[in-house]
């Protein structure tokens, strides 16, 4: 069975500067879907970016960017020139594009920005 | 706005009562999935629904059940609640047609069972 971990609970960040989130996860399948999730107080799961397996290139959606290590099974968030809005939990998740019918989450990383 | 509603937002339950969670998906997705976040956690997958019927399922036991209608919403029923069956309660909505099948979800119902 897929897992996904975030070794990270809580992390903080300067105003301004970048951060990177931790995730890692586990599966024998070489085609599936990797996405970060953003949830705020208002616990509104909203998608920051999205990664397909079978692309080299690393997502880029503005400030955020993964670092895709498929051989290590590894996908960070790179958050550049974090804003106090940035605070939130992130989740990593996982989808395979063979059996789509569950996204397998991480426990959640905290991210405080500090202003 | 993800275009995914929900409701009611928050109730409070006794145990062994049963309770019923709605959703609207978003324009033109087929399909809908239910999660539960417990405090702390990640959510974790109950079931999903495609064309009416369900289509995969969690380690949920049977008392968790659902339904989507012709319009593509759903509910979630949960019956003989528990005390753990505390927890957000997330609908998510997805088309087949998205070859990522990216999810967008609700803004969740909160059941809390006293």
């Known amino acids: 069975a897929q897992t996904v971990t975030q070794s990270q609970p809580e992390m903080s960040v300067q105003e301004a500067e970048t951060v990177t989130l931790s995730c890692t996860y586990d599966?024998?399948?070489?085609?599936?879907?990797l996405f970060w999730y953003k949830q705020p107080p208002s616990r509104q799961m909203i998608l920051v970016i999205r990664?397909?397996?079978?692309?080299?290139q690393n997502a880029t959606e503005n400030r955020f960017s993964v670092n895709f290590q498929k051989a290590a099974k590894s996908f960070s968030l790179k958050i550049s020139d974090s804003q106090l809005g940035d605070a939130a939990m992130y989740f990593c998740?996982?989808?395979?594009?063979?059996?789509?019918?569950?996204?397998?989450f991480g426990a959640g990383t905290r991210l405080t920005v500090k202003p | 706005e993800t275009g995914v509603t929900q409701s009611p937002t928050h109730l409070i339950k006794t145990r062994g009562q049963q309770v019923t969670l709605r959703c609207s998906s978003q324009?033109?997705?087929?399909?809908v999935s239910w999660y539960q976040q417990a405090l702390g956690q990640g959510p974790q997958f109950i079931f999903q629904y495609y064309r009416e019927e369900e289509n995969g399922r969690g380690n949920f036991p049977p008392r968790f059940s659902g339904l989507q209608f012709p319009n593509y919403s759903s509910e979630l029923n949960v019956n003989a609640l528990e005390l753990d069956d505390s927890a957000l309660y997330l609908c998510?909505?997805?088309?087949?047609?998205?070859?990522?099948?990216?999810?967008?979800f609700g803004e969740g119902s909160w059941l809390t069972v006293v």
């Open positions: 990664q397909e397996a079978y692309k080299q």
């Open positions: 599966t024998s399948e070489s085609d599936y879907y």
């Open positions: 324009s033109g997705h087929n399909t």
């Open positions: 998510a909505s997805s088309s087949r047609t998205d070859s990522g099948n990216t999810i967008y």
């Open positions: 998740a996982y989808r395979s594009a063979s059996n789509n019918n569950d996204m397998r």
